[in-house]
């Protein structure tokens, strides 16, 4: 299965070039295909608020290398390189604040600046670090699309019907994918019939981005508003509703884009097995739930204006970016450590407690 992944991948939506970062603009897609490049910290996070590149994995990464590119910087003009980059780790991690792979990456290059040896390379070692972090975020992908496959069969090994919600694709990560890697990998697996797709508001990840991701890979997709999800279940035989998260708890509750939290709701309705997908970086564990998860709002123009024209009076709104799905209402949380089915906080810290990809 791992040679067939790797020989169907055909996007990318980071690339880092030593001196500069280059992302894929993802709100140009799917009309314009745009890559623009980076080689400042302030730039990378404007990059990462303003949704150049989105999705939790490829947010983290991304900031990873845009430590890189601030230690850069300091080390050609001088001065107390460690304190400037602090700085540095602050303006990233204030990026978004939901997506825990920030913290975790940001997490990541602080302790290999504090493992530095005596006469050690800095710009080498950070660098080498973020290309860590890249490239296990891919290997991840490639373990999970098949733990995944795995979990489909078990319960029917014929061609079946899926709902994903937002991009959890190659767009949002550093390699395959997380929930869409699943699915692209059931479709190699010849399990897919059919992909719905929610059109996933405001920012339409759905219809620009995922549509757009299994179009190029001629995986059968349907576009669909977010409203017609619980008809959809209703009447055309949805097998799964897969999805990623960008937090999850200790005890399962996870924090995934606005709607899938009704998602989940209207899948245990209709007896619909609900699958979440993320790496184990995308865990938690010192978030006893999802209560207290940080949920970011984003500016009421988004719901107000439509490619910049004015749709709606003024009027107050309301512009949740995430909600929180508990627990109870999620079948399996798949990740590069392993399956868990009905997550609970005992089952969760035995899974991340093993140290290697299984």
């Given at each position: 299965?791992?040679?067939?992944?790797?020989?169907?991948?055909?996007?990318?939506?980071?690339?880092?070039?030593?001196?500069?970062?280059?992302?894929?603009?993802?709100?140009?897609?799917?009309?314009?295909?745009?890559?623009?490049?980076?080689?400042?910290?302030?730039?990378?996070?404007?990059?990462?608020?303003?949704?150049?590149?989105?999705?939790?994995?490829?947010?983290?990464?991304?900031?990873?290398?845009?430590?890189?590119?601030?230690?850069?910087?300091?080390?050609?003009?001088?001065g107390d390189w460690r304190n400037q980059l602090e700085?540095?780790?602050?303006?990233?991690?204030?990026?978004?604040?939901?997506?825990?792979?920030?913290?975790?990456?940001?997490?990541?290059?602080?302790?290999?600046?504090?493992?530095?040896?005596?006469?050690?390379?800095?710009?080498?070692?950070?660098?080498?670090?973020?290309?860590?972090?890249?490239?296990?975020?891919?290997?991840?992908?490639?373990?999970?699309?098949?733990?995944?496959?795995?979990?489909?069969?078990?319960?029917?090994?014929?061609?079946?019907?899926?709902?994903?919600?937002?991009?959890?694709?190659?767009?949002?990560?550093?390699?395959?994918?997380?929930?869409?890697?699943?699915?692209?990998?059931?479709?190699?697996?010849?399990?897919?019939?059919?992909?719905?797709?929610?059109?996933?508001?405001?920012?339409?990840?759905?219809?620009?981005?995922?549509?757009?991701?299994?179009?190029?890979?001629?995986?059968?997709?349907?576009?669909?508003?977010?409203?017609?999800?619980?008809?959809?279940?209703?009447?055309?035989?949805?097998?799964?509703?897969?999805?990623?998260?960008?937090?999850?708890?200790?005890?399962?509750?996870?924090?995934?884009?606005?709607?899938?939290?009704?998602?989940?709701?209207?899948?245990?309705?209709?007896?619909?097995?609900?699958?979440?997908?993320?790496?184990?970086?995308?865990?938690?564990?010192?978030?006893?739930?999802?209560?207290?998860?940080?949920?970011?709002?984003?500016s009421a123009k988004e719901l107000l204006e439509l490619?910049?024209?004015?749709?709606?009076?003024?009027?107050?709104?309301?512009?949740?970016?995430?909600?929180?799905?508990?627990?109870?209402?999620?079948?399996?949380?798949?990740?590069?450590?392993?399956?868990?089915?009905?997550?609970?906080?005992?089952?969760?810290?035995?899974?991340?407690s093993r140290t290697r990809l299984h």
């Amino acid at each position: 299965m791992r040679e067939r992944l790797l020989a169907a991948e055909k996007t990318r939506s980071i690339e880092w070039c030593g001196d500069c970062l280059r992302l894929l603009d993802q709100r140009l897609l799917p009309l314009e295909v745009v890559w623009r490049s980076f080689d400042s910290v302030a730039d990378v996070a404007q990059a990462i608020r303003e949704m150049v590149v989105r999705g939790a994995p490829a947010i983290g990464i991304s900031a990873a290398y845009g430590v890189v590119l601030g230690l850069r910087t300091h080390l050609k003009n001088g001065g107390d390189w460690r304190n400037q980059l602090e700085c540095d780790f602050a303006v990233l991690a204030a990026a978004r604040p939901t997506a825990v792979n920030l913290a975790w990456a940001l997490g990541q290059m602080r302790e290999r600046l504090q493992r530095l040896r005596p006469g050690e390379d800095v710009l080498a070692a950070l660098e080498a670090q973020a290309v860590v972090i890249h490239q296990s975020d891919r290997e991840a992908n490639l373990v999970m699309a098949q733990w995944g496959v795995e979990l489909i069969r078990k319960f029917n090994t014929s061609p079946q019907t899926f709902l994903t919600h937002c991009n959890t694709g190659a767009l949002a990560t550093g390699g395959f994918g997380t929930a869409l890697g699943v699915i692209r990998a059931a479709h190699l697996d010849g399990l897919v019939e059919r992909v719905y797709a929610d059109e996933t508001r405001p920012w339409l990840q759905g219809s620009r981005l995922t549509a757009w991701e299994l179009s190029n890979e001629d995986v059968p997709v349907t576009l669909n508003v977010d409203s017609a999800a619980g008809h959809l279940m209703k009447t055309r035989a949805i097998s799964w509703v897969i999805v990623g998260a960008d937090r999850i708890a200790a005890n399962g509750d996870v924090a995934n884009k606005i709607g899938t939290y009704q998602l989940a709701v209207l899948a245990m309705h209709h007896g619909v097995r609900f699958m979440v997908v993320a790496p184990s970086s995308t865990f938690d564990m010192s978030m006893e739930d999802g209560d207290a998860m940080p949920l970011e709002e984003r500016s009421a123009k988004e719901l107000l204006e439509l490619n910049g024209q004015q749709v709606a009076k003024e009027v107050d709104v309301y512009n949740p970016v995430f909600d929180v799905t508990p627990a109870d209402l999620i079948d399996a949380i798949v990740t590069e450590k392993g399956i868990v089915e009905r997550p609970t906080a005992d089952k969760l810290a035995r899974l991340m407690s093993r140290t290697r990809l299984h």
